[in-house]
Antibody
Framework: QVQLQQSGPGLVKPSGTLSLTCALSGGSINSDTWWSWLRQSPGKGLEWIGELYPTGSSSYNPSLESRITISLDMTKNQFSLTVTSVTAADTAVYFC???????????WGQGVPVIVSS | IQMTQSPSTLSASVGDRVTITCRASQSIDRWLAWYQQKPGKAPRLLIYKASTLESGVPSRFSGSGSGTNFTLTISSLQADDLATYHCQRYNNYLPSFGGGTKVEIK
């Protein structure tokens, strides 16, 4: 059974960089899967951030694209999210997830709350 | 494509029939999924292709609709169903979600 375990700091300073990692167990990161990141701002719905396929193909939400990088580390069986130049609007619970080709999210990480504040 | 859910919150008693609506700003055929998110937890896939139950999901959950109008029904609400329910448009670039419906138990 695939499990996703997230890690990363819960507090980031404005204009700083947010970095989160999602470690996979019970499966291989090098599989027919779109490794995805989503977030949920306080009192709001879920927002798709972006995705990465093991071949290197990626897609990002146009509203965030200039500040987002998603990367895979096959040696550690994990993938990561980096968001640069963060503001208070980036305060949210961040989720990693495993999606199939149709972009159904079958497995999720536990979620990491991130607060952007000085 | 914008996804709009209603109501944003509903309160019902154990045993009640509960219906949640999701509307797409343009036709999405049947590419509609429902997720359940319990407090403090990650979402869980309940239904896909508008009406297909994910493995392990209780049969009191059902989905219907096509095009722009979809519904999630809980035939007999249980205390364990306390959660926020999200609809999602998928099978296209930029998957998008509704704003969520919080289900409270009276």
């Amino acid at each position: 059974q695939v499990q996703l375990q997230q890690s990363g700091p819960g507090l980031v300073k404005p204009s700083g960089t947010l970095s989160l990692t999602c470690a996979l167990s019970g499966g291989s990161i090098n599989s027919d899967t779109w490794w995805s990141w989503l977030r949920q701002s306080p009192g709001k719905g879920l927002e798709w951030i972006g995705e990465l396929y093991p071949t290197g193909s990626s897609s990002y939400n146009p509203s965030l694209e200039s500040r987002i990088t998603i990367s895979l580390d096959m040696t550690k069986n994990q993938f990561s999210l980096t968001v640069t130049s963060v503001t208070a609007a980036d305060t949210a619970v961040y989720f990693c997830a495993r999606a199939d080709a149709s972009r159904l999210f079958h497995s999720w990480g536990q979620g990491v709350p991130v607060i952007v504040s000085s | 494509i914008q996804m709009t859910q209603s109501p944003s919150t509903l309160s019902a008693s154990v045993g009640d029939r509960v219906t949640i609506t999701c509307r797409a700003s343009q036709s999405i055929d049947r590419w509609l999924a429902w997720y359940q998110q319990k407090p403090g937890k990650a979402p869980r896939l309940l239904i896909y292709k508008a009406s297909t139950l994910e493995s392990g999901v209780p049969s009191r959950f059902s989905g219907s609709g096509s095009g722009t109008n979809f519904t999630l029904t809980i035939s007999s609400l249980q205390a364990d169903d306390l959660a926020t329910y999200h609809c999602q448009r998928y099978n296209n670039y930029l998957p998008s979600f509704g704003g969520g419906t919080k289900v409270e138990i009276k």
